[in-house]
């Protein structure tokens, strides 16, 4: 291994990072309106993923039919997170939505494994063309698809809220909940719309990670819940600048690390990496909340 | 009567911080509302507002009941409330936060000629429109909550210490701000500390002690109430 491999290790992390960096967006989105964290988000967003695979392989539908759907999936059980975890707990408990996203996280984990007899399932590859060469280091064409696809689903995220009468009401909320009432915003129809594009953003997500892993199996679960969090702090909670670049770091500094040692050893360097982070900026890299 | 609050009692746990309020506001005029700390008079403002829900008891707004409604009812049914602390938008811009205060509008070009119109009446406000309201004094955050406020086009504006923690001289220009919504014929409905002040502009006043009204007249009644003069006027706590 030489010096150009490492770098393409970093360039492909980097591309693949963005899901993470989307993930990390999903968890802070929530947090910024509601000051929680919803444990049960990026097992939610692989269910949607799975959810996704109903059109081709139940319903005769296009293979490409999965990533809308997978989409879609994702944005419902988004809200359906909310209503079952956050609409009736008693939010002053920190502990009360921790404990019902954790159960709702292993219910999703126990309703994919029992749906799928634990099989991975196929996924398809967002776009399958030739590697594109760029000197040295080669860029895979479905990698690159993936990093697009992320890159848009932030740039329309961003638009949304910072474009529109929605995200202004989302924003305020996170930076001000008393007054947003005062000014008219209805606070929870605001938190579930929040959970709404949270969950599509996860969607994108699922859809994106099986798509350059080629399956999706229950074991990705845990993981990336990991992951999320872990960008979701080195990013700053509440902090949307912070997940994406927190995302893509996590991206390369894990692709790096299987590069230098090797796939079992790799995530212990990003614990390592969340460690130093801890240690050294617990506010994480864009600290302070309400930047959303 | 515009606003009729009767025997209101809101309660935080077994904490009952109204223990069955009642007065009324006169349209057209400003009332003020004193009383000292933990008095209970922001509880009456939120549980007005829709923030926080009575446990029994009616507020009354031109004859229709505001109780059980929610906070965005009693936004588009005319009340605002300028919050303790102001409460802006800290990473939104000053026309942000304004255009925030008209978010139940739907006319576009009126919200922003009311943008425009409230800049030009609050010159300090004009000046950092593009600035984050994060970064303004506490003085110049008082105006935009006001003006946030205004961006509803309440028949009722409510204030809830609109000179905590300010400058005199901030505290003066305030206090013009309030007297001249109302030539402009807002009613208002102000809770304050500072007894002098308030009792110079206002038209009616309550007096408001451990949760519930102990006293209500208008200005000149003062001088000879002395449980007033006692507490409030001219007592550190008052400036």
Same mark, same amino acid.
Request: one cysteine or more; aromatic letters at 6%; hydrophobic letters at 50%.
């Given at each position: 291994m030489g010096f150009v491999d490492y770098v393409q290790a970093i360039i492909d992390g980097l591309l693949f990072g963005t899901t993470y960096s989307l993930i990390g967006i999903g968890f802070t989105l929530v947090f910024g309106v509601?000051?929680?964290?919803?444990? @049960?988000y990026a097992a939610g967003s692989l269910a949607g993923a799975y959810c996704g695979l109903v059109g081709p392989?139940?319903?005769?539908?296009?293979?490409? @039919?999965v990533f809308p759907l997978s989409i879609a999936a994702s944005g419902v059980i988004g809200y359906l997170i909310y209503l079952t975890c956050?609409?009736?707990?008693?939010?002053?408990?920190?502990l009360a939505t921790l404990m019902s996203t954790v159960g709702m996280l292993l219910l999703l984990d126990e309703i994919i494994v029992h749906s799928t007899a634990g099989m991975p399932q196929n996924y398809p590859a967002i776009y399958d063309g030739d590697p594109i060469e760029i000197g040295d280091f080669m860029l895979r064409a479905d990698l690159v698809g993936v990093f697009l696809v992320c890159v848009v689903a932030m740039a329309v995220l961003l638009a949304l809220l910072y474009r529109t009468r929605l995200g202004m009401a989302t924003r305020a909320v996170a930076q001000q909940p008393v007054a947003a009432q005062l000014c008219g915003m209805r606070l929870q129809a605001v938190n579930g719309l929040t959970f709404v594009i949270a969950g599509l953003l996860g969607g994108v997500a699922g859809a994106m990670i099986g798509a350059s892993v080629g399956m999706l199996s229950p074991l990705i679960a845990g993981p990336i819940t990991v992951k999320g969090l872990i960008v979701t702090v080195i990013g700053g909670l509440g902090s949307i600048p912070g997940a994406i670049v927190a995302g893509l770091m996590v991206g390369a500094a894990e692709n790096l690390f299987q590069a230098l040692r090797n796939v079992t050893e790799r995530d212990i360097y990003v614990m390592l990496l969340l460690f130093v982070f801890l240690v050294v900026r617990p506010g994480g890299l864009f600290s302070g909340r309400g930047h959303d | 009567m515009m606003l009729e609050v009767n025997d209101v009692v809101t309660a935080y746990g077994k904490i009952?911080?109204?223990?069955?309020v009642s007065l009324s506001v006169d349209p057209g005029r400003i009332t003020c509302l004193l009383g000292p700390n933990g008095a209970g008079k922001t509880t009456l403002m939120y549980t007005i507002a829709g923030i926080l829900r009575p446990r029994r008891g009616s507020v009354r707004f031109d004859g229709a009941e505001?109780?059980?409604?929610?906070a965005d009812r009693v936004v588009s049914r005319g009340i605002a409330l300028v919050p303790e602390n102001r409460?802006?938008?800290?990473? *939104?811009?000053v026309a942000e936060n304004l255009a925030a205060g008209a978010?139940?509008?739907?006319d576009r070009a009126a919200i922003a000629s009311d943008i425009e119109a409230l800049l030009a009446r609050f010159p300090v406000l004009k000046e950092r429109?593009?600035?984050?309201?994060?970064?303004?004094?506490g003085g110049e955050q008082q105006m935009l909550a006001v003006a946030r406020a205004l961006m509803s086009r309440p028949r009722l504006l409510m204030m809830d210490?609109?000179? *905590?923690?300010?400058?005199p001289l901030i505290v003066e220009q305030i206090f013009a701000i309030v007297e001249e919504l109302n030539r402009d014929g807002i009613t208002i409905f102000m809770v304050e500390q500072n007894a002098h002040m308030a009792l110079k502009v206002a038209h009616k006043f309550f007096l408001m002690e451990q949760g519930k009204v102990t006293f209500a007249g208008a200005p000149g009644d003062v001088a000879e109430d002395d449980v007033i003069q006692r507490a409030y006027l001219g007592s550190a706590k008052a400036r």
């Amino acid at each position: 291994m030489g010096f150009v491999d490492y770098v393409q290790a970093i360039i492909d992390g980097l591309l693949f990072g963005t899901t993470y960096s989307l993930i990390g967006i999903g968890f802070t989105l929530v947090f910024g309106v509601m000051q929680k964290i919803n444990m @049960s988000y990026a097992a939610g967003s692989l269910a949607g993923a799975y959810c996704g695979l109903v059109g081709p392989q139940l319903m005769g539908l296009p293979p490409w @039919s999965v990533f809308p759907l997978s989409i879609a999936a994702s944005g419902v059980i988004g809200y359906l997170i909310y209503l079952t975890c956050f609409r009736f707990i008693p939010l002053a408990s920190p502990l009360a939505t921790l404990m019902s996203t954790v159960g709702m996280l292993l219910l999703l984990d126990e309703i994919i494994v029992h749906s799928t007899a634990g099989m991975p399932q196929n996924y398809p590859a967002i776009y399958d063309g030739d590697p594109i060469e760029i000197g040295d280091f080669m860029l895979r064409a479905d990698l690159v698809g993936v990093f697009l696809v992320c890159v848009v689903a932030m740039a329309v995220l961003l638009a949304l809220l910072y474009r529109t009468r929605l995200g202004m009401a989302t924003r305020a909320v996170a930076q001000q909940p008393v007054a947003a009432q005062l000014c008219g915003m209805r606070l929870q129809a605001v938190n579930g719309l929040t959970f709404v594009i949270a969950g599509l953003l996860g969607g994108v997500a699922g859809a994106m990670i099986g798509a350059s892993v080629g399956m999706l199996s229950p074991l990705i679960a845990g993981p990336i819940t990991v992951k999320g969090l872990i960008v979701t702090v080195i990013g700053g909670l509440g902090s949307i600048p912070g997940a994406i670049v927190a995302g893509l770091m996590v991206g390369a500094a894990e692709n790096l690390f299987q590069a230098l040692r090797n796939v079992t050893e790799r995530d212990i360097y990003v614990m390592l990496l969340l460690f130093v982070f801890l240690v050294v900026r617990p506010g994480g890299l864009f600290s302070g909340r309400g930047h959303d | 009567m515009m606003l009729e609050v009767n025997d209101v009692v809101t309660a935080y746990g077994k904490i009952e911080a109204l223990k069955g309020v009642s007065l009324s506001v006169d349209p057209g005029r400003i009332t003020c509302l004193l009383g000292p700390n933990g008095a209970g008079k922001t509880t009456l403002m939120y549980t007005i507002a829709g923030i926080l829900r009575p446990r029994r008891g009616s507020v009354r707004f031109d004859g229709a009941e505001l109780v059980g409604e929610t906070a965005d009812r009693v936004v588009s049914r005319g009340i605002a409330l300028v919050p303790e602390n102001r409460l802006v938008f800290p990473h *939104m811009s000053v026309a942000e936060n304004l255009a925030a205060g008209a978010y139940l509008r739907r006319d576009r070009a009126a919200i922003a000629s009311d943008i425009e119109a409230l800049l030009a009446r609050f010159p300090v406000l004009k000046e950092r429109r593009a600035q984050q309201a994060g970064t303004l004094s506490g003085g110049e955050q008082q105006m935009l909550a006001v003006a946030r406020a205004l961006m509803s086009r309440p028949r009722l504006l409510m204030m809830d210490e609109p000179s *905590m923690g300010l400058a005199p001289l901030i505290v003066e220009q305030i206090f013009a701000i309030v007297e001249e919504l109302n030539r402009d014929g807002i009613t208002i409905f102000m809770v304050e500390q500072n007894a002098h002040m308030a009792l110079k502009v206002a038209h009616k006043f309550f007096l408001m002690e451990q949760g519930k009204v102990t006293f209500a007249g208008a200005p000149g009644d003062v001088a000879e109430d002395d449980v007033i003069q006692r507490a409030y006027l001219g007592s550190a706590k008052a400036r």
